[in-house]
């Protein structure tokens, strides 16, 4: 995005996965990634599939894209989901994705223990699919008490729309002090001001998608983006913009003082917050806390971009909340499972090639 300064450098952000005999975590590996995670509220492991696991990952995802019934996820930008530009899913709980996020949960237990308790329950097992043309979404947290994961099964550009990162403005135990008893009120301004430029970003796209023949729009597409009633926060609405209505970005969050002080504290944004994108090499996967702010930018490329994603909670969610940014499949509400059922799943020593279901049952 040409209106964000944002670094496409996650070097500091990046820990080399580095397993045992047993295909987990070695313990110096897991302290770095775990004060990466303390200290900047997300970790980038490298190489943490091989290249048969992702493959395998990969495989799982194109089936329940493929499939008319696949269950659509409600949280995110659902206009984009309409209009094909995205196309967020939730995974069944068959027993190959099963032993694919038994896999990942297996790999990361000396992460993820730091932080989940073994009765914390699965939220949500996701496939993230990104078209050309998607919207850019804005600048968000997502409900608190989570560590989510995004696996990388297959190489993202920069141009795919990686996600993007504000390492430092996860909310926990006496976050409020720092910053001089300001972070708080310093990350909303930070927030208020990137998301009125991706407004203005995301706007200036749709209009030029009117003539823009590979990604043009669809016929009513312009007006459910810019002036629908329809709930979306992810999307240059101007209505509900006006109306107060999203969330995520509207009038009510730049009034006169507001101005004023984003005026005032410029300098000092530019200097405490530096977004980061990252796009991951196949095997990658990107650990961080839910509260973290973050966003999906807009696929600018021919070429979708996805990613496999999984949240576990840490905290004690309502059911109800889950909704707010997770979207279990029904098969998972039916028959919950705990961070512990993936640590007591198949072995983690099981060939990826045998973790396929056989293809009477895709079929099926």
């Given amino acids: 995005m040409n209106e964000l300064k944002i670094s496409h450098d996650t070097a500091m952000f990046e820990v080399p996965a580095v397993v045992d005999a047993k295909g987990k975590l070695t313990e110096p590996c897991i302290r770095e990634a775990a004060g990466m995670m303390d200290r900047y509220g997300l970790v980038i492991l490298t190489n943490l599939l091989s290249d048969e696991e992702a493959d395998f990952g990969l495989e799982l995802m194109r089936q329940t894209v493929n499939d008319p019934a696949r269950h659509r996820s409600s949280f995110a930008s659902e206009t984009d989901n309409l209009y094909v530009r995205r196309d967020f899913c939730s995974l069944p709980s068959t027993p190959p994705v099963m032993r694919f996020a038994g896999t ?77 008893g300001q972070a708080y009120e310093l990350m909303e301004l930070f927030r208020t001001k990137t ?52 969330s995520q970005f509207s009038l009510r969050d730049i009034g006169p003082v507001t101005l004023w002080k984003l005026y005032r504290r410029r300098k000092t944004l530019a200097a405490l917050f530096r977004p980061v994108q ?87």
């Fill in 195 to 246: 998301n009125a430029r991706i407004a203005i970003y995301n706007l200036k796209k749709l209009w030029r998608m009117r003539q823009d023949t590979p990604a043009r729009l669809a016929p009513g597409e312009f007006l459910d983006r810019v002036f629908s009633v329809k709930w979306d926060q992810h999307q240059p609405n101007i209505l509900r913009f006006a109306l107060g209505k999203n």
């Fill in 104 to 180: 990942l949960t297996q790999r990361l237990e000396g992460i993820l223990s730091e932080f989940c308790g073994r009765s914390r329950p699965l939220l949500e097992i996701a496939t993230f699919t990104s078209y050309w043309g998607s919207s850019h979404q804005y600048i968000h947290r997502d409900p608190s008490g989570v560590i989510s994961l995004f696996a990388a099964v297959e190489d993202v550009s920069d141009q795919q729309g990686g996600t993007v990162f504000v390492p430092g403005t996860h909310m926990y135990g006496g976050a409020a002090n720092t910053h001089g």
């Fill in 278 to 364: 990252v796009a991951p090499r196949k095997g990658t996967v990107i650990l961080y806390r839910s509260d973290l702010l973050h966003a999906g930018p807009d696929n600018r490329s021919q070429h979708p971009r996805r990613f496999f994603g999984m949240s576990i909670a840490r905290d004690i969610i309502e059911a109800k909340y889950w909704h707010d940014g997770y979207s279990p499949h029904p098969t998972l509400t039916a028959q919950p499972v705990s961070f512990g059922d993936l640590l007591d799943g198949p072995a983690l020593t099981e060939p990826p090639q045998a973790l396929a279901p056989p293809v009477s049952a895709v079929a099926r």
